[in-house]
């Protein structure tokens, strides 16, 4: 069974800090890596996504990938209240298989 | 607008009474599918589709009918509804299977 974990929090960061969230994926040959924001009651929305090894970083945030230790994080800098919110991570074991699987979800709190 | 679509956003019936969740896209995208996101559980994929006439099941599909006779159109069929398929179901859709997807605004569904 293909998994993907994350903690489950919540992850309360001070505004202003930097929010790190973290991914482990147990399929050794997944390709493409992916995390979406969900704030309650909505529909997930794409934030990042990254194929290679090392930083993507895109504004305020950074996904790093590591695909020997099977981990990919992203990282919020300068938290804002806004960014409160659930945060998926998704892996896509690639192959002939057009599967995705999500991770359970961070929820994230960034207080004033 | 690029966007994804689903119809109806809320839906309560009752037991064995069929229902159809549709979903459109109007981005071009090749590919398709259908998650249901359980509180505890997560974001499950149902059903994908990687092209017109082309499906396979996902992760839960048991309970579920899907079809692609259009690029743009992939509804959810529900043959005999249970309890156990109250959900919030969401349509994604993306360009290949390895990339990014794009989702609906999610079906609530109470079955009774």
Not at chain 1, 26 to 31: C, K, L, T
Not at chain 1, 78 to 83: E, F, G, I, K, L
């Given at each position: 069974q293909k998994e993907v974990e994350q903690n489950s929090g919540p992850l309360s960061v001070p505004e202003g800090a930097i929010a790190s969230l973290n991914c482990t994926y147990?399929?050794?040959?997944?390709?493409s890596f992916f995390w979406y924001r969900q704030y309650s009651g909505k529909s997930p929305e794409l934030i990042m996504f990254i194929y290679s090894n090392g930083d993507k970083e895109d504004g305020r945030f950074t996904a790093q990938l590591n695909k020997a230790s099977q981990y990919v994080s992203l990282l919020i800098r300068?938290?804002?209240?806004?960014?409160s919110a659930t945060y998926l991570c998704a892996v896509n074991p690639g192959g002939s298989q057009g599967n995705l699987i999500f991770g359970k979800g961070t929820k994230l709190s960034v207080k004033p | 607008e690029a966007q994804v679509t689903q119809n109806p956003r809320y839906l309560i019936t009752v037991t064995g009474k069929k229902l159809t969740v549709t979903c459109s896209q109007n981005?071009?995208?090749e590919y398709m599918s259908w998650y249901r996101q359980d509180p505890g559980l997560g974001l499950r994929q149902i059903y994908y589709s990687m092209n017109v006439e082309v499906t396979d099941k996902g992760d839960v599909p048991e309970g579920y009918k899907v079809s692609r006779k259009e690029k743009r159109n992939f509804p959810l069929i529900l043959e005999s509804p249970s309890p156990n398929q109250t959900s919030l179901y969401f349509c994604a859709s993306g360009w290949t299977s390895l990339g990014e997807q794009y989702f609906g605004p999610g079906t609530r569904l109470t079955v009774t």
């Open positions: 147990s399929d050794r040959g997944s390709q300068d938290s804002q209240p806004s960014d | 981005m071009n995208h």
